[in-house]
């Protein structure tokens, strides 16, 4: 307790810098101090592989009940980085019987009843993008794909992703329950809110086979991943989402090519400590820069740190290097920002920071933002408020809010997966299941706990009201 609070004060008062050789060893340990409070934060590697295992069988469950899509958990869910309510829920949704290939692939490899479209990337699409052109559409003809094709005035027919989306649009709005409000387009997806509390985004994609691409990636000289990952990134192929390049003036007939999966598989295979520094750098982004229009998204922040960890050997990423990486990772979101540029790890053509809106204003700013917590090192994650509060936390309580959360947050993912085992084809739940009526007392069990130990420890006049701010 002693420890931990005069470790507090060096950070509260700056005695720390980052890189100078007498406080070195002080980084190290704080650095492994705060890699232990995230993990009690819920950014530790146990929660993180459940909550891959849970949303991995919940899409097996899922799409086991229906055949015309595949529906695919995507983002920092599918990774396991964010807890239950934390952030939205990315879904990728992939329309079954429908492939895109690359130029001159041998369409006799393909199956009959597959319907194929051709990928162009020839002339006038940005790295990254292509347009479709209708290659072979079998009799099973689809309303959602029949109402997206248009024509080029070349005789060639071609998939519109505009017409695309709009098609899955009208189609989401149709089903939309009584409880849920769908929000306005953001890209290729379509936001949604069930009863104000999940928030999900759907895309809408079809299935694409582009081993050029992935070639060229695994061909990159590199410490990581290892071989036998870097093969299973280029098995997991790719999708083609319904948005073109922001600059293109034929962005309403261009898709986007995405490597959600090999992504995820990239993410999931990052260390402890690479995670917590990815954690970091979002939450710096969130609630330090805090982008308005999205001109920085946390999928550049996952760029950086693929990059990062591509770039060095694996063995460099420990806890006691928690805020070197940290500072590299900053050093290098300050210069994408300051050049506007910044290669898409799959496909390094790809400019992530092309078109992203960011005018010279809010430029200048972030690069002193960045620079000025730079300058402050280990400090810098005292801005963070949910870091800030679990650092001044008592430990005892904390420890207690910690396993209550994580228990509370393994039944949300249990049932998840529960309530689909108890579904019909329908969609309807059987809620006299004897599993989920369980789960269900033990939730209410533990809210009546977490009640009496806030009004209890509010009484004694600690800080009560930031546990269930920083842990729920």
């Avoid at 939205?88 to 009843?113: H, K, R, S």
């Avoid at 408020?385 to 650092?391: G, L, S, W």
Wanted: charged residues 25%; positive net charge.
């Amino acid at each position: 307790m002693a420890e931990r609070g005069i470790r507090c004060k060096e950070l509260d008062t700056g005695c720390i810098i980052l890189y100078s050789r007498q406080s070195q060893n002080h980084v190290e340990s704080l650095s492994v101090e705060i890699c232990s409070i995230m993990t009690r934060l819920g950014y530790g590697e146990d929660i993180r592989r459940l909550r891959v295992e849970m949303f991995r069988e919940n899409d097996r469950l899922v799409n086991a009940l229906q055949s015309n899509l595949t529906r695919i958990t995507a983002g920092s869910k599918a990774e396991g980085l964010t807890c239950f309510l934390e952030s939205d829920m990315d879904t990728l949704y992939v329309l079954n019987g429908f492939l895109c290939v690359e130029a001159g692939f041998n369409l006799q490899t393909i199956p009959d009843d597959i319907d194929v479209f051709r990928m162009d990337t020839r002339v006038h699409v940005y790295p990254g993008h292509c347009r479709l052109l209708q290659e072979r559409l079998t009799h099973r003809g689809i309303d959602v794909i029949q109402n997206a094709l248009c024509v080029n005035g070349y005789g060639d027919v071609l998939l519109s992703s505009s017409l695309f989306l709009d098609e899955w649009l009208t189609f989401s709005r149709s089903l939309a329950k009584p409880r849920r409000v769908q929000h306005e387009l953001a890209g290729p997806s379509i936001p949604s809110c069930r009863e104000g509390v999940f928030e999900t985004d759907m895309v809408f994609s079809l299935r694409c086979h582009c081993p050029n691409i992935l070639k060229r990636w695994a061909a990159r000289p590199r410490y990581w991943p290892p071989p036998v990952i870097v093969q299973k990134v280029v098995s997991l192929g790719a999708y083609l989402t319904p948005v073109g390049f922001k600059g293109s003036e034929n962005r309403n007939i261009e898709w986007r090519i995405c490597f959600n999966t090999g992504e995820t598989e990239l993410v999931n295979n990052l260390n402890g400590t690479q995670v917590k520094v990815y954690v970091m750098l979002k939450m710096i982004l969130k609630n330090i820069l805090k982008p308005i229009k999205k001109e920085i998204t946390s999928y550049v922040i996952k760029n950086i740190v693929l990059w990062q960890a591509e770039s060095n050997h694996h063995s460099m990423f420990q806890e006691r290097s928690f805020f070197h990486w940290l500072h590299d990772g900053l050093r290098q979101l300050r210069t994408a920002i300051e050049k506007q540029h910044l290669p898409y790890y799959i496909i390094p053509n790809r400019n992530l920071m092309e078109a992203c809106g960011l005018h010279k204003n809010q430029q200048r700013k972030w690069i002193e933002d960045i620079t000025n917590m730079m300058a402050e090192g280990p400090r810098v994650i005292l801005r963070l408020e949910k870091i800030r509060m679990a650092i001044v936390a008592s430990p005892e309580p904390m420890v207690w809010f910690s396993t209550r959360r994580t228990e509370l947050e393994i039944l949300f993912l249990v049932r998840l997966n529960r309530v689909a085992q108890c579904m019909d084809e329908n969609g309807k739940v059987d809620e006299s299941d004897c599993i989920l009526k369980a789960m269900m007392r033990r939730k209410i069990e533990i809210a009546i706990e977490l009640e009496q130990r806030m009004s209890m420890e509010g009484r004694s006049g600690n800080h009560m009201p930031l546990f269930k701010r920083i842990l729920m």
